[in-house]
């Protein structure tokens, strides 16, 4: 008769406990194996049990490490935490933007957009360029343009290579093409147009000259007034007006329609944003 452990099932058996137990000892020698290689976490004693003692003393040792936020901040610069955030307000009919630095007591919208901006707009000036391509003549191969002084008023004809002495500038290009015109409130026109390329000794640049169009010096400049006093300032892109409300900044002069992009920066701290237009 054959043994029992000797039968299929037996053998079975059999392999399924040695296999048990050699995964057994292999788990208790990793663990051994990671025990004494890793270092106790803190707060943590050799038998890897959490010590109240160590914690208390990592957490006192982690406060001590603490400083304060405002140690060598900027003197304009917000300190504050994500539960007193700035205060913000944005007006619709305006386009008024106002960031104010948190406070104890926020202020109110009303009084915030109550206040007066401090400047206006009066109007965007632009100088058109000294000297305007208002036509042309002769073929299209050999164009002659048709040129008005803005100086003295005369009219000038030149072709390619042509200098202008006494306005500075020198006719580098001359071509006649059909270009497409944009019309405020219609469909793009397309026409036959002259264009000019000429350079300007004084600015050191080149400057396009159309006959569909007027050319226009570089930046326009804008009249602005100080509510305050009524005086009026000229100014253009990059400009500041310092007043005892406070700093404006002249963002864009921009016409065609007219604005001014201004942020005025308040003492305290606020900085409020706004889109000018003519009164």
Do not use: C
């Not at 305006?94 to 401090?118: C, I, K, W, Y």
């Not at 469909?187 to 000019?196: D, G, Q, S």
């Amino acid at each position: 008769m054959t043994a029992r452990w000797r039968t299929a099932d037996g053998l079975g058996l059999v392999a399924t406990t040695v296999l048990f137990g050699a995964s057994l000892g292999w788990t208790a020698l990793s663990e051994r194996a990671v025990r004494s290689a890793a270092e106790p976490a803190p707060g943590m004693n050799e038998e890897g049990e959490w010590s109240s003692r160590a914690i208390a003393a990592q957490t006192e040792v982690s406060q001590l490490e603490w400083s304060d936020p405002a140690l060598g901040a900027a003197d304009d610069a917000w300190v504050f935490d994500v539960f007193t955030p700035p205060v913000i307000y944005y007006d619709r009919v305006t386009g008024r933007f106002s960031v104010s630095p948190p406070e104890l007591t926020a202020p109110r919208e009303a009084d915030v957009m109550n206040q007066p901006f401090g400047v206006s707009l009066l109007r965007v000036v632009r100088e058109p360029f000294r000297l305007q391509l208002v036509g042309y003549s002769g073929t299209l191969e050999e164009p002659l343009g048709i040129f008005a002084n803005q100086v003295t008023g005369a009219g000038i004809v030149g072709r390619t290579g042509d200098k202008f002495g006494k306005l500075g500038l020198e006719l580098r290009s001359l071509a006649v093409r059909r270009e497409d015109s944009i019309m405020p409130f219609s469909m793009p026109l397309r026409e036959i147009v002259a264009v000019a390329e000429v350079w300007d000794d004084r600015e050191q640049r080149k400057v396009r000259l159309s006959s569909a169009q007027v050319a226009w010096q570089t930046q326009p400049v804008a009249e602005l007034r100080l509510e305050v006093t009524g005086e009026v300032r000229t100014v253009q892109a990059g400009n500041r007006i310092e007043t005892v409300e406070g700093l404006f900044e002249i963002l864009g002069v921009f016409s065609e329609p007219d604005s001014v992009s201004v942020v005025k920066r308040l003492p305290n701290g606020s900085h409020e944003s706004m889109e000018l237009t003519p009164e």
